[in-house]
């Protein structure tokens, strides 16, 4: 068969044989997962298997391609060997002529098997596939969920665990008068008592508004989806390394204002290629550290894992994905150059911090008629210094897109002073260079950083013209302090959407903002690429408009 349009993988357990029965499906549809799971009161092991199986084909349109994943033997050896269609046209009928076992069910799965182009897969026993031993916890939580052999019997009644089941004749003889009777008051779909688990963690660079979507995830997993979250410390690290715990609502209270992230971040650490703490040179090969990530998201319980982060966070979020860990994605990064978004939290209050110090700045420029040079972050996108730039009323805007020239710098600067405008405000972006050059790059060991335009730029006014220039590095103050009320928002929307995403089963999706609403896009499209300032664009025009330079000829922006 071609790429299925369905793959299901679905589980049956009983509470001893027979006894009360679970029944659990997970139905993968593109980037949609959807979980079902029901309860028998007194069934079989291969009427539960056989049941799981049939409420999952109802799920699925008519005409879809569809797998089947399961692990039971006699539903996979049924259908593979051609016995369920032998027994439909005998009018489900043995060979010895005897009504099939379970032949209401057989009848439906005929029926939908029919409707439907369905292919079998059997997982090996007691499976190892990770969405099959999820049926499996599923079907196992829907019996005692729904008042099965724990709540009646208060013994744990699970297969495997025979001493404490008290065994078919109890069953049969005292409690139970029919077989198949559904438990009162149980639902058919989702009879999961326990709360759900997602985990979380932050990657990549700190950046204002990371607590306050720490905060939104939070509690609105627990105030409106009975779901608990586990956060990861220190970003991948604590996912490889178990550093974690659950986070309640105390330890979320109070803190949607400040700035950082109560969890910890890293932007070095990788499970793929892992290295030890504080290793001098990222060049060292690293380990494959993924299996230990996996182990720990399993031990954990965890359904879905919710990562906040820039480019490199979301890739690693993708590549968990594919190691078929469902994945959440929140875009965050003061530099907002990724393109599946139109902004990421993070920003806003970054450009807030640089527009402030640009005001300040403008002080010493006046008084001292000097050229004022500012070097703000936003690695190879210009986004910090065009809108820093235009809302403080900067001059000259450098960003990485339009290499500019110094040439026009000067001209812009001595057009200035014949109007009688005796100082300059230049807002650089750290990724910006001249033209025919390269990014300045600051290094250390293996590591280089982009960091140093900024004096650059200031030694050749001084070197070009006849006034004083001085350069100030905004740095980590970009990043720092509390979020504005932009980001608060839209973090609470995004970790919001995050927790609704998961829960409507929804997975390998990043949420985003599309015009005014939040959106999501798939992980992997969420990846691709990054977002720049585009040169001919609106905001360069309207800053052209108001006679901003961009130090380069306005022929090169027509
Ligand atoms: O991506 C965010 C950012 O602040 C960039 O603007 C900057 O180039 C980089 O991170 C700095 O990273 P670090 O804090 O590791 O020096």
Redesign the pocket.
């Known amino acids: 068969m071609t790429k299925p349009e369905y793959d299901i993988y679905t589980d049956g357990a009983c509470s001893g044989n027979p006894g009360p029965g679970g029944w659990a499906a997970v139905i993968m549809h593109g980037d949609k997962k959807e979980e079902i799971s029901g309860y028998e009161k007194m069934t079989t092991n291969q009427r539960m298997e056989l049941q799981a199986a049939v409420e999952a084909l109802k799920q699925v349109p008519p005409g879809s391609k569809v797998r089947l994943h399961s692990d039971s033997a006699y539903l996979v050896n049924c259908f593979n060997q051609g016995w369920m269609t032998r027994w439909e046209k005998n009018g489900w009928l043995s060979a010895k002529g005897q009504p099939v076992e379970n032949k209401d069910l057989w009848e439906q799965l005929a029926e939908l098997t029919t409707k439907n182009k369905v292919e079998w897969i059997k997982v090996k026993g007691h499976s190892t596939d990770r969405l099959n031993q999820r049926c499996d916890q599923l079907a196992r939580e829907a019996i005692v969920g729904a008042g099965g052999a724990e709540n009646r019997e208060n013994k744990t009644g699970y297969a495997g665990n025979e001493e404490a089941c008290p065994g078919p004749d109890h069953y049969l003889s005292e409690n139970y008068s029919t077989m198949n009777d559904k438990a009162p008051g149980s639902k058919t779909f989702s009879v999961n008592p326990k709360k759900r688990r997602i985990g979380l963690l932050t990657g990549?660079?700190d950046?204002p508004g990371l607590n306050a979507v720490i905060r939104a995830v939070v509690k609105s997993a627990g105030y409106s989806y009975h779901t608990e979250v586990v956060g990861f410390n220190d970003g991948f690290r604590g996912l490889v390394e178990n550093n974690a715990g659950l986070i309640d609502d105390l330890a979320v209270s109070g803190i949607l204002a400040r700035g950082g992230t109560i969890l910890g971040t890293s932007?070095r650490d990788n499970p793929f290629d892992y290295r030890p703490s504080g290793s001098p040179d990222y060049r060292d090969t690293g380990l494959d550290r993924s299996g230990d990530a996996l182990k720990n998201l399993d031990n954990w319980g965890i359904e879905c894992l919710v990562v906040i982060g820039?480019d490199g966070s979301l890739l690693l979020a993708h590549r968990f994905s594919e190691l078929g860990v469902p994945v959440i994605g929140i875009p965050k990064?003061?530099?907002n150059d990724l393109p599946a978004t139109d902004v990421t939290f993070g920003f806003d209050s970054a450009v807030t911090t640089a527009t402030e110090a640009i005001d300040k700045i403008h002080t010493t420029a006046e008084s001292h008629h000097r050229v004022m040079v500012v070097e703000v972050?936003?690695?190879d996108a210009g986004w910090?210094a065009l809108h820093a730039g235009m809302a403080g009323g900067g001059d000259i805007i450098l960003i990485p897109e339009l290499p500019f020239d110094y040439s026009c710098i000067v001209d812009k600067i001595n057009e200035r002073n014949r109007w009688g405008k005796k100082f300059s405000i230049i807002v650089v972006a750290?990724?910006a260079y001249p033209a025919g050059t390269g990014p300045v790059y600051k290094t250390k060991g293996s590591m280089e950083?982009?960091?140093g335009i900024g004096e650059t730029v200031a030694r050749e006014i001084e070197i070009r013209t006849d006034m004083e220039s001085r350069a100030t590095v905004l740095g980590?103050l970009?990043?720092g302090g509390s979020p504005t009320s932009y980001d608060r928002i839209l973090a609470t929307r995004f970790g919001f959407k995050a927790v609704e995403l998961f829960s409507e089963g929804f997975c390998n999706r990043m949420v985003c903002l599309k015009g005014d609403k939040i959106d999501s896009v798939l992980l992997e499209k969420a990846v691709e690429g990054s977002k720049q300032v585009d040169p001919a664009g609106e905001l360069v025009k309207a800053a052209l408009a108001v006679g901003t330079s961009f130090g380069v000829p306005l022929e090169a922006l027509s």
Do not use: P, V
């Open positions: 990549g660079g950046c932007n820039g990064t003061i530099d972050m936003g690695r910090i750290e990724g950083r982009l960091g980590h970009q990043r």
